[in-house]
């Protein structure tokens, strides 16, 4: 079964700072996606990132980027430059890639880092 | 990305009542999920919606507890049924295309008293 781990409940960081949130995962799959998604206190799930497991290069939106280490199925989020607006809680989800007579789409999702920015 | 509503937004309701929950989705989309997510807790997926067929259901929910109907490519609807305080959660319903991520809509606060 796959399943996804986020082992920092929360997470502290001042403004402007850098700071990197962790996800693992596990599957024996080869073919997948994985995504990191905002939850701010208006409960809004937002996308903020995507990876797609048979690119190499890291993916970047703006401030965010991944660190994406396969051979270790590991997925971090770096966000630099960190802003009150960056508050929130953070999921990892895993998604194996669809196919049209096979897997449901869905999402598996890691427990959550809560992450407060400080001014 | 697709622009998604859900009616209500929030709601407290009294055990053994039911309570239906909508999803509108701005464009057509192939396939619609309904998740819950309990207090403090991360997002479980309840079911797959499908057009036009019986809804999906993940392990541990049943159709009787939670129906699911999805008329048409841009609306879904979940139902609670005979609620309990465990139910009380958020709701929420997303949307995706094969090969492409999915969008959540904004969730539906659910209080059982």
């Known amino acids: 079964a796959q399943t996804v781990t986020q082992s920092q409940p929360e997470m502290s960081v001042q403004e402007a700072e850098t700071v990197t949130l962790s996800c693992t995962y596990d599957t024996s799959e080869n073919n997948y996606y994985l995504f990191w998604y905002k939850q701010p206190p208006s409960r809004q799930m937002i996308l903020v990132i995507r990876q797609e497991a048979y690119k190499q290069q890291n993916a970047t939106e703006n401030r965010f980027s991944v660190n994406f280490q396969k051979a270790a199925k590991s997925f971090s989020l770096k966000i630099s430059d960190s802003q009150l607006g960056d508050t929130a809680m953070y999921f990892c989800a895993f998604k194996p890639r669809a196919n049209y007579g096979g897997a449901t789409n869905k999402l598996i999702f890691g427990t959550g880092t809560l992450l407060a920015v400080q001014p | 990305s697709a622009v998604i509503s859900q009616k209500p937004s929030r709601d407290i309701c009294q055990r053994g009542t039911s309570l239906t929950i909508q999803c509108q989705v701005d464009s057509q989309v192939t396939m619609m999920f309904w998740y819950r997510q309990q207090p403090g807790q991360s997002l479980t997926l309840i079911a797959t919606?499908?057009?036009?067929?019986?809804?999906?259901?993940e392990s541990g929910f049943v159709i009787d507890k939670f129906p699911i109907s999805r008329p048409n490519l841009t609306f879904s609807t979940l139902t609670v049924s005979n609620m309990s305080p465990e139910d009380s959660s958020i709701y929420l319903c997303?949307?995706?295309?094969?090969?492409?991520?999915?969008?959540f809509g904004p969730g539906t606060r659910l209080t059982v008293t």
């Open positions: 919606a499908n057009q036009g067929s019986e809804a999906t259901y």
């Open positions: 997303s949307v995706a295309h094969p090969y492409t991520e999915q969008y």
